[in-house]
């Protein structure tokens, strides 16, 4: 079991966005993004690291001081949510879920690890031809307030984007008069990285593309604001100059991927999956 546990906190100011996107309607209105990624169950404090019922806390903190000024907090995961602690693991999930709907998530991204407790029940993987090896996180799905977001994911069986209840490439929020478009993706990686038998049957497409299509429809409906959350990462070793990538590997998944993204499409991408920091702006986009 991988210990190391990432929660990253991430601020955007909605002031100076660039064409072409709409005029914003109040220019003074503040969106706070929290953003995590990679929670793995961890609900408690461990090992120096603050758990959801840390964050909760800050999150509550920060929603009462914009309240003032009708500012927004948004929390948006990153994806890899519920496997990794007992608390998590002996109901599948559930708990986190549970903990995400007080907590009042807008979003998050499926991650590679949401496959790995296959159908619903002890079974980790099918043992007949009766259990869906996606039965556990399409349940986990309907129970979330939110959507579970997932651009790339394709039924193989269709063609096709999967269709799961509560599950979409995107979604658009209204938040103080302000859309606010949400794109979720997951790593190339994926279907190498989980157990293999609860992914048959699905196959990726490039997250790039696909994050580019979803983005032009999330502007062409509006969106003065669209933020990526990618189930993928890369490491940056220095955070003295957000602009400086020189100790960035530009190599990295996410890093290809931002590079790839017509500039000005995407405000905002939050990665994860490898456990690795990034505070940067890569190709105009934080």
């Not at 993928?232 to 530009?250: I, K, N, T, V, Y």
């Amino acid at each position: 079991m991988n210990r190391h546990r990432l929660l990253t906190i991430a601020f955007l100011l909605v002031a100076g966005c660039a064409a072409p996107r709409p005029e914003m309607a109040d220019p003074d209105i503040v969106i706070s993004v929290i953003n995590t990624n990679d929670v793995h169950g961890e609900l408690l404090p461990s090992e120096g690291r603050g758990g959801l019922a840390t964050i909760s806390g800050y999150a509550n903190a920060l929603r009462a001081s914009h309240a003032e000024n009708n500012d927004e907090v948004l929390l948006i995961d990153a994806g890899d949510m519920w496997q990794g602690t007992l608390e998590s693991n002996l109901g599948e999930g559930a708990v986190v879920v549970q903990a995400y709907n007080a907590m009042g998530y807008a979003a998050a991204a499926i991650g590679n690890h949401e496959f790995d407790f296959g159908p619903v029940g002890p079974d980790a993987t099918p043992v007949n031809e009766q259990q869906d090896a996606r039965g556990n996180l399409k349940k986990r799905a309907t129970e979330a307030g939110f959507p579970l977001l997932a651009s790339n994911i394709i039924d193989e069986s269709t063609g096709q984007l999967v269709d799961w209840d509560n599950v979409a490439p995107s979604v658009m929020l209204e938040v103080q008069g302000i859309k606010v478009g949400i794109v979720g993706a997951i790593t190339k990686d994926a279907l190498r990285t989980t157990i293999a038998a609860n992914t048959r049957g699905l196959r990726l497409a490039p997250l790039a593309e696909t994050i580019s299509v979803e983005a032009r429809k999330l502007r062409e409906q509006g969106a003065m604001l669209v933020i990526v959350a990618a189930h993928a990462g890369s490491s940056c070793a220095s955070f003295d100059d957000p602009r400086d990538l020189s100790s960035c590997d530009m190599d990295g998944e996410i890093m290809q991927v931002a590079s790839a993204i017509p500039a000005g499409l995407v405000d905002q991408v939050i990665g994860g999956h490898v456990h690795e920091k990034i505070a940067h702006f890569v190709n105009g986009i934080a």
